[in-house]
């Protein structure tokens, strides 16, 4: 994912600026279409102080739904004491004592055209007599950190309430918790937005304490996770933190924009150190020269002025608009400046727990390169995670590998050309909370080994890629010598501590979170038609207890014949698909129906079955059987319409099979997908655009306030931490 970008505005309120998409395999892109309006809903409505509401808003004529986010009547436009806050998913935290006049507008804009924008009236009531409200104090919390929040109630102060944390009581593993006393613990990584506008951001978590007495009182706060990866680090810096090409800046229209990413890793060549991170970070997409200065922390995380601190120079990058697909890297290298950058390869968060359960540093193992597939398999069982600028220490798991991908990028920040590259043999992890915008440059690396796997540079809201650590290494050979580099590390492996804390297990999360949409009735019926037509035959299969229908993993859109099946028991060759029909495969001991089911009765017996992961482990052999398809048709599927990949993955509806992974552009046209590809099942993954991304996103509170996200933008003012 693209490095992230911070936005001063100078001389205008508002940014003014254009988010560039285009077609894949054009050297320059055409921008898409303007929005013609924006609609925000709830148009209008009545909130009590301290109340709280989530608005939406439609984008009219555009693709790019991301919004800016404001209150009219506040400044900063993020908020005030006065007229309540907002936060980059739209949620509105009304005041606690009712402003005079007591209406407040809510103001959308388009991130694509700013000009373009809609509003939403709210008026301020009084409502209940009760008053709830949560003292001043900081409002920014670290990852693994706590914070001790307090009510007061009538205006009596540690007074008991229900407490909160984006509307659920006692939070979540994704959100941080909150004891009955209101001491907040922070997740384990900084929340990524996953629905509404603003979806692939990362954001604040609203902290919110409730009157028992009465729940219609209560007061709220915006809570920014900020992880250390952000912060300053000083001499004998470690990876995995911010950092920037030191000219990563431009100024169009009053608008000063800055961009940065991630200090991935330490490598070493030719007797010299270097910092390993992406082209479009370390030099701004081909747009860099050899010499430039690389700071630590990054423009993003020192508003926008230049830090005192050079780590680095920028030695080499490999030039992505002039590469070629079968051997294209979004990589560069810095060298570094002695004393700035830990010389043993120290990468933040990387390493063991201490005695508090606070993941330490530690390099990455030096000694093995992985290819994707051996991450997949045994002892790794693709379970990967990385250290990164905006979301910090997550965890994973690989989707599918050998990929081909079609990637947007833009030379300089928020100004300039645009052009698409192609990449073959990547690696795709899923994308719940693993990365945002910021992350990019990111060394990828096996939970259990910590032994490099990838580079991350790029990703969607469902999906993060990397390119393959060796092809990183060999195309970064030296240009003289073709002397390769070599990480800097520990000649021993460890696990990532961190993957495994109390907290959210964003890797096992990933494994476990299988999307499952409804099939239309006239599908489902259909596929009970083919089921009865073929049920003897389906029943022939001894593994087989009982023969029913329901809806595809690998196609979510799509009915499925079901067979549920003993566990353990030799498969005896059932069918991918049956007369065009997807098939899917439900294990289990002993289950309490056999025969033929219906729609309703299959659902109660799969209700009964272990849930289905998200990733599979597969053998060699069915990879190796895979790779054939694949070689064999990626070609001819990147040239279709609304297709951004292929690659090699798991099954979902068929444990221990591969499968073609057919990567869609959401919300475009596209071929119908076959259910099955010489004999090897598809799968379908559909998500926004896969970008090294140059969108803009909502205003933050404040230049102070560096919450990372796809790109970052402030007004010259502090905030108010609170409501």
């Given at each position: 994912m693209r490095r992230t970008k911070f936005l001063i505005l100078?001389?205008?309120?508002?940014?003014?600026?254009?988010?560039?998409?285009?077609?894949?395999?054009?050297?320059?892109?055409?921008?898409?279409?303007?929005?013609?309006?924006?609609?925000?809903?709830?148009?209008?409505?009545?909130?009590?102080?301290?109340?709280?509401?989530?608005?939406?808003?439609?984008?009219?004529?555009?693709?790019?739904?991301?919004?800016?986010?404001?209150?009219?009547?506040?400044?900063?436009?993020?908020?005030?004491?006065?007229?309540?806050?907002?936060?980059?998913?739209?949620?509105?935290?009304?005041?606690?004592?009712?402003?005079?006049?007591?209406?407040?507008?809510?103001?959308?804009?388009?991130?694509?055209?700013?000009?373009?924008?809609?509003?939403?009236?709210?008026?301020?009531?009084?409502?209940?007599?009760?008053?709830?409200?949560?003292?001043?104090?900081?409002?920014?919390?670290?990852?693994?950190?706590?914070?001790?929040?307090?009510?007061?109630?009538?205006?009596?102060?540690?007074?008991?309430?229900?407490?909160?944390?984006?509307?659920?009581?006692?939070?979540?593993?994704?959100?941080?918790?909150?004891?009955?006393?209101?001491?907040?613990?922070?997740?384990?990584?900084?929340?990524?937005?996953?629905?509404?506008?603003?979806?692939?951001?990362?954001?604040?978590?609203?902290?919110?304490?409730?009157?028992?007495?009465?729940?219609?009182?209560?007061?709220?706060?915006?809570?920014?996770?900020?992880?250390?990866?952000?912060?300053?680090?000083?001499?004998?810096?470690?990876?995995?933190?911010?950092?920037?090409?030191?000219?990563?800046?431009?100024?169009?229209?009053?608008?000063?924009?800055?961009?940065?990413?991630?200090?991935?890793?330490?490598?070493?060549?030719?007797?010299?150190?270097?910092?390993?991170?992406?082209?479009?970070?370390?030099?701004?997409?081909?747009?860099?020269?050899?010499?430039?200065?690389?700071?630590?922390?990054?423009?993003?995380?020192?508003?926008?002025?230049?830090?005192?601190?050079?780590?680095?120079?920028?030695?080499?990058?490999?030039?992505?608009?002039?590469?070629?697909?079968?051997?294209?890297?979004?990589?560069?290298?810095?060298?570094i400046t002695p004393g700035a950058i830990d010389a043993t390869g120290r990468i933040l968060q990387l390493g063991g727990a201490n005695s508090n359960n606070q993941p330490t540093d530690a390099p990455p193992h030096q000694g093995t390169i992985l290819t994707p597939a051996q991450a997949v398999g045994s002892p790794h069982n693709g379970l990967v995670a990385k250290s990164g600028r905006s979301t910090g220490l997550t965890c994973s798991a690989i989707f599918a590998v050998n990929a081909t991908f079609s990637v947007d990028y833009q030379k300089g920040c928020g100004t300039g050309t645009t052009f698409s590259a192609s990449f073959s043999g990547q690696v795709d992890m899923t994308n719940n909370g693993f990365s945002a915008q910021g992350d990019s440059g990111s060394l990828i690396v096996t939970q259990d080994t910590a032994d490099p796997v990838a580079l991350l540079f790029a990703g969607s809201t469902s999906d993060t890629v990397g390119n393959p650590i060796s092809q990183v290494l060999s195309g970064l050979a030296d240009p003289s010598t073709q002397s390769i580099p070599a990480f800097v590390g520990t000649s021993t492996t460890h696990p990532v501590a961190a993957c495994t804390l109390p907290g959210p297990q964003s890797g096992m999360a990933a494994r476990l979170a299988v999307h499952k949409a409804a099939a239309s009735a006239e599908a489902v019926s259909n596929a009970l038609a083919i089921r009865d037509a073929h049920a003897s035959e389906l029943m022939g299969h001894p593994e087989v207890q009982a023969v029913g229908v329901g809806s595809s993993y690998d196609n979510p859109t799509e009915p499925t014949i079901l067979f549920f099946v003993t566990k353990g028991q030799p498969r005896t060759n059932l069918p991918a698909q049956v007369d065009g029909v997807r098939t899917r495969i439900v294990e289990g001991e002993l289950f309490s129906r056999r025969g033929t089911l219906s729609a309703e009765e299959s659902l109660r017996l799969e209700q009964s079955a272990a849930p289905p992961q998200l990733v599979y482990p597969v053998s060699e052999a069915e990879f190796a059987r895979a790779e054939k398809v694949r070689s064999a048709h990626t070609d001819e599927w990147m040239k279709k319409p609304g297709v951004q990949g292929v690659g090699i993955g798991s099954s979902a509806d068929a444990p221990g099979e591969s499968a073609l992974i057919i990567f869609l552009i959401k919300g475009m046209p596209h071929d119908a997908i076959p259910p099955v590809i010489d004999g090897l099942r598809t799968r379908v993954r559909e998500s926004d655009r896969i970008r090294a991304g140059f969108g803009q996103v909502p205003p933050q509170h404040g230049c102070s306030v560096s919450a990372p996200g796809k790109s970052q933008a402030a007004l010259a003012a502090s905030s108010p931490t609170k409501p």
């Open positions: 100078l001389t205008a309120l508002l940014p003014l600026l254009t988010a560039c998409s285009g077609n894949k395999g054009s050297a320059v892109m055409n921008p898409p279409p303007p929005p013609t309006s924006v609609t925000v809903t709830p148009a209008s409505l009545t909130l009590s102080k301290g109340a709280m509401q989530t608005f939406s808003a439609n984008v009219n004529g555009a693709t790019d739904q991301s919004i800016f986010w404001q209150i009219a009547e506040a400044l900063p436009k993020s908020g005030d004491s006065t007229h309540g806050f907002i936060s980059n998913a739209g949620v509105y935290l009304a005041p606690t004592a009712v402003p005079s006049p007591p209406s407040v507008t809510i103001t959308a804009l388009s991130a694509a055209d700013p000009a373009k924008s809609g509003t939403a009236a709210v008026t301020i009531q009084a409502g209940s007599s009760t008053t709830v409200s949560i003292p001043e104090g900081s409002s920014r919390v670290s990852t693994f950190g706590s914070m001790q929040f307090t009510a007061t109630v009538n205006g009596i102060a540690n007074q008991p309430a229900t407490w909160k944390v984006n509307g659920v009581t006692g939070g979540g593993p994704a959100t941080g918790a909150i004891s009955t006393s209101g001491l907040f613990l922070a997740p384990n990584s900084v929340p990524v937005l996953t629905t509404g506008n603003n979806s692939g951001q990362t954001s604040e978590v609203v902290v919110t304490a409730v009157s028992p007495a009465d729940p219609t009182a209560s007061d709220s706060v915006l809570v920014t996770i900020v992880p250390p990866q952000q912060n300053q680090q000083g001499a004998n810096s470690p990876l995995g933190v911010s950092g920037s090409n030191a000219k990563d800046t431009s100024t169009t229209g009053g608008v000063t924009s800055c961009c940065g990413g991630t200090l991935g890793a330490l490598v070493s060549r030719g007797g010299n150190l270097y910092i390993l991170s992406n082209n479009h970070v370390l030099s701004r997409s081909d747009a860099g020269t050899q010499g430039d200065a690389i700071t630590q922390p990054g423009l993003i995380d020192n508003n926008c002025a230049v830090p005192p601190t050079t780590v680095a120079m920028l030695s080499q990058f490999f030039n992505l608009e002039n590469g070629n697909a079968q051997t294209n890297i979004d990589a560069a290298l810095a060298q």
